[in-house]
C-alpha cells in the first residue's frame, strides 16, 4: 500500500538554524500539506500546495517557513531561522483530490530546538 | 468557541464494550468530515469518513447530522487494539485544510 515518507525521523538543532524537512507524498496525489503537533496538543494546519503553489496558510506559517516541491517528488518544509517554539512534530499529508480529498499522513518528524 | 469541539476523555472501557464518541463544529459551512486515530507519537491514520447519510466500517459506525454541527463514532466490541487517540477532523472545502479536534483517548482494558 502507497505511503507517505518523511526523513529525517528526528532533528535536533540550535536555535537560530535552518532546518528542511523532506517528505516523499504518495505518487499519484495531487495536494500536498504540512501540519505539526506540540507535544501534548492538537494537531495544526501549516500549509497546503496545489499545482506547484500555495493553496492556503495558516497564521502559523509566516516569513520564516517555506515549502517546495523541488522535483517530481519530494516535498519540503523549510525553517530559516528556528525558535525554542518551532519543537513540536511536523507531519506531512497528501490527497489524491477526488471523493472526500482524505489525507493520507506520514510519521512525522520530530524537531528539537535547543 | 473553538471549531472543533470533543468529549474531553479519557474513555477507560473494558474489553467487549461499546463506546461512543461526540464531536461538534462551528463552522456551518464545513464540507467534509472524518475520523482519525492516533496512537502515542504516531502520525493520525484515517479511520473513516463521514458520509451525510451515515456509515459503517465493520465495528465502527459514523453519524453526521449537519443541522446540530455535530459528528459521531460509535465502536461495538471494542478490541486492545482500539485504544487511541480518536481525533475527530473537517474540512471547510475540499482539498483544504484540515482542522482537528483536540482528540478523545480511549483506553480498551483487558
Known amino acids: 500500500e502507497p505511503e507517505v515518507t518523511q526523513t529525517p525521523s528526528h532533528q535536533v538543532t540550535q536555535m537560530g538554524q535552518e532546518v528542511i524537512l523532506r517528505c516523499v507524498p504518495i505518487?499519484?496525489?495531487?495536494?500536498f500539506y504540512w501540519y505539526r503537533q506540540i507535544l501534548g496538543q492538537k494537531v495544526e494546519f501549516l500549509v497546503s500546495?496545489?499545482?506547484?503553489?500555495?493553496?492556503?496558510k495558516s497564521e502559523i506559517f509566516d516569513d520564516q517557513f517555506s515549502v517546495e516541491r523541488p522535483d517530481g517528488s519530494n516535498f519540503t518544509l523549510k525553517i530559516r531561522s528556528t525558535k525554542l517554539e518551532d519543537s513540536a512534530m511536523y507531519f506531512c499529508?497528501?490527497?489524491?483530490?477526488?471523493?472526500?480529498?482524505?489525507?493520507?499522513f506520514g510519521p512525522g518528524t520530530r524537531l528539537t530546538v535547543t | 468557541r473553538k471549531e472543533v469541539e470533543q468529549d474531553p476523555g479519557p474513555f477507560n472501557v473494558p474489553e467487549g464494550a461499546t463506546v461512543a464518541f461526540n464531536c461538534t463544529y462551528s463552522n456551518s459551512a464545513s464540507q467534509s468530515f472524518f475520523w482519525y486515530r492516533q496512537d502515542c507519537r504516531k502520525e493520525p491514520k484515517l479511520l473513516m469518513s463521514v458520509y451525510s447519510s451515515g456509515n459503517e466500517d465493520g465495528r465502527f459506525t459514523a453519524q453526521l447530522n449537519r443541522a446540530s454541527q455535530y459528528i459521531s463514532l460509535l465502536i461495538r466490541d471494542s478490541k486492545l487494539s482500539d485504544s487511541a487517540t480518536y481525533l475527530c477532523?473537517?474540512?471547510?472545502?475540499?482539498?483544504?485544510?484540515?482542522?482537528f479536534g483536540p482528540g478523545t483517548r480511549l483506553s480498551v482494558l483487558p
Open positions: 499529508a497528501s490527497s489524491s483530490g477526488t471523493g472526500y480529498y482524505e489525507q493520507y
Open positions: 500546495f496545489y499545482n506547484n503553489e500555495i493553496s492556503e
Open positions: 477532523v473537517v474540512a471547510n472545502n475540499y482539498g483544504q485544510n484540515f482542522v
Open positions: 505518487s499519484n496525489h495531487l495536494y
